[in-house]
């Protein structure tokens, strides 16, 4: 067994017998170096193991920690992030990033013509669970369809501004999910390194008629979400 494998399994040893508990934060790389008599980079490697695997994650100039229990999301049902979240014993939080005009990017996930002619607006929100921050979400949609949408509380649910405040209802949605790497100027807001693993989620919202409300890009670190569905 190399090294890095023998650290790893010392680790997962530990975090199994619940030594650090659930979240909780593992010692430094330099103690770990010390203790084995290692170096920096061989017990990098046993760290970067484990979470690929999913059993500790990384948050910049914090240090690893123990993943915690992952939302499970259906990805066949509508979704209400603070529903979904609460359900499952989490406690959801939502940062606003920006609001503002759309503008064309290399991003090839939004095609505005989808939207017809009608100028775009563009919501970026960070989303947490526990106080970790898990996912970056792009919402973009029609600026006429929501005037003054930039007064409201955005850090609260999306889906029930619109409903409450402008009497549109999400009435299907379609989830185009993807593994990727996440884009660089996201990795600070979700306090992780550039090219971390993520789960990528294009997700296209529909009112009763089939006319699109919102496109949203979502950025999921790989270690906070599953899929979990169900079939008869």
Not at 122 to 151: C, N, Q, W, Y
Not at 211 to 227: Q, S, T
Request: glycine share 6%; aromatic share 10%.
């Amino acid at each position: 067994m190399l090294l890095y494998q023998k650290i790893a399994k010392y680790i997962q040893d530990l975090i199994q017998a619940g030594s650090f508990g659930d979240g909780g934060k593992l010692p430094s790389e330099r103690e770990l170096v010390e203790v084995f008599s290692s170096s920096r980079i061989t017990v990098r490697d046993a760290l970067l193991r484990l979470e690929s695997e999913g059993l500790i994650y990384r948050r910049q100039r914090k240090g690893w920690f123990v993943s915690p229990k992952r939302l499970k999301w259906n990805p066949v049902t509508k979704v209400n992030f603070y529903g979904l979240a609460r359900e499952q014993g989490f406690e959801p939080k939502t940062q606003v990033l920006f609001i503002g005009p759309f503008t064309d990017d290399a991003d090839s996930s939004i095609d505005r013509q989808e939207f017809g002619e009608q100028s775009l607006t563009k919501l970026v929100r960070s989303r947490f669970l526990d106080g970790r921050p898990v996912m970056l979400e792009e919402i973009h949609f029609a600026t006429e369809m929501f005037p003054a949408i930039e007064k409201k509380a955005l850090d609260a649910s999306i889906t029930e501004i619109m409903a409450s405040d402008y009497h549109i209802h999400v009435r299907s949605e379609t989830s185009l999910v993807s593994v990727t790497a996440l884009p660089d100027a996201f990795a600070d807001s979700l306090e992780t390194g550039n090219g971390a693993a993520c789960l990528k989620i294009i997700r296209r919202r529909y009112d009763a008629q089939g006319v699109l409300i919102d496109l949203n890009v979502e950025y999921w670190l790989h270690g906070a979400i599953e899929m979990v569905v169900t079939s008869h």
